[in-house]
C-alpha cells in the first residue's frame, strides 16, 4: 500500500480510543502487521500517547502477524495427538496456546481457513438444540425463534425464571445468572450488555458449536438482554480465531437489523487479538476500551462499574443461548433436565481419546463415563487422566471417571467444572507432560499485573520441566509456599486457580514428585 492511500485509510479510521483495537485490526488486515511506524501513525490519528498504542500492540499474540499466518495449536489436547510434529513440519508457522477447535486436534489454521475443514458431530439437546443449523433467520423461526422478541417477558418474571431455573455462569466462574441480572437492573442507566465470545479456555469449543449453528439463538438472547437492561448499546466480544462464528454472527444481526428487531439498538462485535486473559470479565472490558487487556481490581464487580464505568450485564454465549428456552418453557422444566440432584443441562466440549470428540448437551450431574460413553462413541484408549473443565479445573486420575461433573461431585477430587471442557488423555501420555503444558500454559498467558502469578506460573513450569528430567532443585516447602502465595493474592481467577493442576497431580501421582522430597 502506498502512502497517500495508508493516509487515506487512516483519516478514514474513528477517532475514539474504544475503536483503538477495532483500529489495529482493520490496519493489520489491509495494510498489514502492525510495525512501529504504523503503531504511531494510529495513536497520531487518534490523539493517544505513542507509547500506549505501542503497549497495546505488543500485549496481544496477533497483531503483529500477518492475517494469513499459519497456526499450529499445541494446547495440551494438540500436544498430545502430534501438535508438536505438524508445527516441526510447518516451517514459519507460529505456535499457538488454544485455537479452540480441540475436537479437530491436531489444528492448524491457515489465515481464517481451519484445516482440516469442521465436521460437527451433530446432537439434539433440549434447551440448545445443536442438532440444527439455522441458515437464516426465516429457519429459526420457523422452529420457534423470535416469539419472545415479540412478546417480552417482564423484568420480574425473567429473573424469577432464571432463578428457579438455577441457571450459573458457563463462563466458568458458576455465578447464578439470576441474581447477576437483578443486580444490574438495580443499577442506574445507561447501562450495557457485553457477550463473553472469548473462549481461549484450552479444551472449550461449545461457544464456537452455538456461533456457528444458531447464531440467531445467541442474537434474540443479548437483544432479550439489551431489552431487560435497557441498554442502548450491547457487543459481542469474540476471539480473533473464530473467522465462521464471525460471518455467521454479522450475517445473523443484520437480518434482525433488516427485520426491525433490533429496535433502533445498537448491537456490535469487537474482534480480540490473541489473548487468553482477555476472556477475564474486567480484563475484556479494558481491552473493549482500548488498553491492555489487565483484570481490574474487584469490588467494584462490572454490574455496577462496567464498560465506560457503566452498570454492564456480561455473559457468557452458552449462558445466553439456555435463556430463550427456560423463559419459553419456565425455570421448573429446565431446572429438571439436569441429573443426580444438579440443575439443567450444559454443553460439554468433548476431546482427546474419545471415538467422536465434539460438543453435546447433557444433563448437569452426568459423569465423564456417561457422557463419553452416551454422547462421544466411546473411549479411543486406556485412560490415564481427565481434565474436567478446561486447564485450571484439575487433573484427574481415571477413578474420577464416575464422579457426578458437580461442583459438590469433583470437590472431593480437589477440581471443578470450570468450562466443561472434557479432555480425555490416553495412559501413553504422562501426566507430568500434561500438568508442564498446562503450567506452560499459564506462564505464557499470565498478564503480568501481579508478582505471584507473574513469577510462580514461571516457577511451577520450570519445576514441571525439571521433574521430566528426573531433576529438582526446588524442594517441596517451596513448591507449596508458591502454590499458596498464587491462591491467596494474585487478583483474579488465573493465578488463583492455576495451583489447582498442581496440587491434583502431586495428589494422584505422588511418585512423579518424589525428587522434590517430603
Ligand atoms: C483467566 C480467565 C479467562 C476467562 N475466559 C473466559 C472466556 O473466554 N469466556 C467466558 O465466557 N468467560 C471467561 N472467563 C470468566 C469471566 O471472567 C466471567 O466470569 C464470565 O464472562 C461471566 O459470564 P457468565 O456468568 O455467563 O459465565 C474467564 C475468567 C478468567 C479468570
Ligand atoms: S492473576 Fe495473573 S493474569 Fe490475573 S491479573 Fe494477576 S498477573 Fe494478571
Not at 481464517?112 to 460437527?120: L, R
Not at 429459526?140 to 419472545?148: H, K, P
Not at 469490588?299 to 464505568?309: D, I, K, N, R
Request: charged letters at 25%.
Amino acid at each position: 500500500m502506498g502512502v497517500l492511500q495508508l493516509a487515506t485509510l487512516l483519516s478514514e479510521l474513528p477517532r475514539e480510543r474504544t475503536r483503538l483495537l477495532d483500529n489495529l485490526g482493520r490496519v493489520r488486515r489491509d495494510v498489514g502487521p502492525i510495525t512501529p511506524e504504523l503503531s504511531d501513525a494510529i495513536a497520531d490519528h487518534m490523539s493517544i500517547r505513542r507509547g500506549e498504542v505501542h503497549e497495546v500492540v505488543s500485549f496481544y499474540s496477533f497483531l503483529q502477524l500477518p492475517v494469513d499466518v499459519v497456526r499450529v495449536c499445541t494446547g495440551p489436547v494438540c500436544d498430545c495427538l502430534g501438535g508438536r510434529d505438524l508445527l516441526a513440519r510447518e516451517p514459519g508457522a507460529v505456535e499457538v496456546a488454544c485455537l479452540g477447535h480441540c475436537d479437530l486436534a491436531p489444528v492448524l489454521t491457515r489465515g481464517d481457513e481451519i484445516v482440516p475443514a469442521v465436521t460437527h458431530a451433530t446432537n439434539d439437546g433440549p434447551a440448545i438444540g445443536l442438532g440444527q443449523r439455522d441458515e437464516t433467520i426465516d429457519d429459526y423461526a420457523a422452529r420457534g425463534g423470535l416469539e419472545l422478541l415479540r412478546e417480552p417477558p417482564s423484568a420480574e418474571r425473567i429473573v424469577s425464571e432464571l432463578k428457579t431455573a438455577g441457571l450459573t455462569g458457563y463462563g466458568g466462574a458458576g455465578f447464578p445468572a439470576g441474581l447477576k441480572w437483578e443486580a444490574v437492573a438495580r443499577e442506574p442507566s445507561p447501562r450495557y450488555v457485553v457477550v463473553n465470545a472469548d473462549e481461549g479456555e484450552p479444551g472449550t469449543i461449545k461457544d464456537r458449536y452455538v456461533m456457528e449453528l444458531r447464531p440467531h439463538l445467541l442474537v434474540e438472547a443479548t437483544l432479550l438482554a439489551m431489552r431487560f437492561a435497557e441498554a442502548e448499546e450491547g457487543y459481542v466480544y469474540l476471539r480473533e480465531e473464530y473467522a465462521t462464528a464471525r460471518s455467521r454472527l454479522e450475517t445473523a444481526i443484520g437480518e434482525f437489523r433488516d427485520a426491525g428487531l433490533l429496535d433502533g439498538r445498537r448491537l456490535e462485535l469487537v474482534i480480540g487479538a490473541g489473548a487468553y486473559i482477555a476472556g477475564e470479565e474486567s480484563a475484556l472490558l479494558e481491552s473493549m476500551e482500548g488498553r491492555r487487556a489487565m483484570p481490574r481490581l474487584r469490588p467494584p464487580f462490572p454490574a455496577q462499574v462496567g464498560y465506560l464505568g457503566r452498570p454492564t450485564l456480561i455473559n457468557n454465549v452458552e449462558t445466553l443461548a439456555h435463556i430463550p428456552a427456560i423463559l419459553e418453557n419456565g425455570g421448573e422444566w429446565w431446572a429438571g433436565l439436569g441429573t443426580r440432584g444438579a440443575s439443567g443441562t450444559r454443553l460439554w466440549s468433548v476431546s482427546g481419546a474419545v471415538a467422536h470428540p465434539g460438543c453435546y448437551e447433557a444433563p448437569n450431574g452426568i459423569t465423564v463415563r456417561e457422557l463419553v460413553d452416551g454422547h462421544a462413541g466411546g473411549f479411543a484408549a486406556e485412560v490415564g487422566a481427565v481434565v474436567p473443565g478446561g486447564a485450571a479445573s484439575g487433573i484427574l486420575p481415571p477413578t474420577a471417571l464416575d464422579a457426578p461433573l458437580t461442583r459438590d461431585g469433583l470437590a472431593e477430587y480437589g477440581a471443578g467444572v470450570g468450562s466443561a471442557a472434557v479432555q480425555v488423555f490416553p495412559a501413553t501420555y504422562s501426566p507430568l507432560r500434561l500438568l508442564a503444558e498446562t503450567m506452560r500454559f499459564f506462564a505464557e498467558e499470565s498478564c503480568q499485573k501481579c508478582t505471584p502469578c507473574r513469577i510462580g506460573n514461571r516457577a511451577l513450569h520450570h519445576v514441571c520441566v525439571e521433574l521430566e528430567r528426573g531433576e529438582a532443585a526446588m524442594r517441596r516447602d517451596k513448591v507449596d509456599e508458591w502454590l499458596l502465595a498464587m491462591e491467596k493474592t494474585s487478583i483474579c481467577g488465573l493465578g488463583q486457580a492455576s495451583p489447582v493442576p498442581v496440587r491434583n497431580a502431586m495428589r494422584w501421582w505422588p511418585e512423579l514428585f518424589a525428587p522434590l522430597g517430603g
